[in-house]
């Protein structure tokens, strides 16, 4: 069965600092889908990136970036220079490549993530 | 670039009552999943649509139903109504493209039972 931890409920950070969510998942498929989406104060879940598991390559988006790595089954996101608006709850989600399914998203608990400051 | 629509925005209902919560997928998607989120909880995968044809089952209550119309909008229909359906409902739409694709979400039905 689809598995995703976050082992960090909650972080608190100064301003400037760099913070690293961690994520790391369990899964019987070879192929599958991870996902990082932001849910601010207001509520709402946005996108942020998604990764599929043939592509181990790191990507860096403006302050965000993301390691992937299948060997320890992880997909962790790092925040550069945090900054008071990144304050929110992050989820990591997984989805599978179904057979007959949908692609449902199995979400981790969320961290969420504090930038005083 | 256009978002979800989900309506209404925020609903109160008495215990026992129905509710009707709507969602307006992006347009030229044609893939429509519903999520509960409680209190301090991720969100729960509760069904899903394609093509109008329901594409999977989470763990939904049975006093919930759900269906997508023809113009891929879908409603989510809650009877009987518990204190625990307390929860955001949010909607997330995709379009099949042989692979996952990723799901948007709309902002959300708060739904507060008393």
């Known amino acids: 069965a689809q598995k995703v931890t976050q082992a960090q409920t909650e972080i608190s950070v100064v301003e400037k600092e760099d913070v690293t969510l961690d994520c790391v998942y369990e899964t019987r498929d070879t192929t599958y889908y991870l996902f990082w989406y932001k849910q601010p104060p207001s509520g709402e879940l946005v996108f942020l990136i998604r990764r599929n598991s043939f592509d181990e390559q790191n990507e860096i988006s403006g302050r965000y970036s993301w390691n992937f790595q299948k060997s320890t089954s992880s997909f962790n996101f790092t925040i550069t220079a945090s900054q008071v608006v990144d304050s929110a709850v992050y989820f990591c989600?997984?989805?599978?490549?179904?057979?007959?399914?949908?692609?449902?998203?199995?979400f981790g608990k969320g961290t969420k993530l504090t930038v005083n400051p | 670039a256009a978002g979800v629509i989900q309506s209404p925005r925020h609903l109160i209902k008495e215990k026992r009552e129905t509710a009707t919560l709507k969602c307006y997928p992006i347009?030229?998607?044609?893939?429509v999943y519903w999520y509960q989120q409680g209190p301090g909880q991720d969100p729960q995968f509760l069904i899903s649509?394609?093509?109008?044809?329901?594409?999977d089952k989470g763990s939904i209550p049975d006093r919930f139903s759900a269906q997508q119309f023809s113009d891929y909008h879908s409603e989510l229909n809650m009877s009987s109504l518990e204190l625990g359906d307390s929860a955001l409902y949010f909607c997330?739409?995709?379009?099949?493209?042989?692979?996952?694709?990723?799901?948007?979400f709309g902002p959300g039905t708060r739904l507060t039972v008393l």
């Open positions: 347009p030229r998607h044609d893939t």
């Open positions: 997330a739409s995709s379009t099949p493209s042989g692979v996952t694709d990723t799901q948007y």
């Open positions: 989600a997984l989805s599978e490549t179904p057979q007959g399914g949908s692609e449902k998203l199995v």
């Open positions: 649509f394609y093509e109008k044809m329901q594409s």
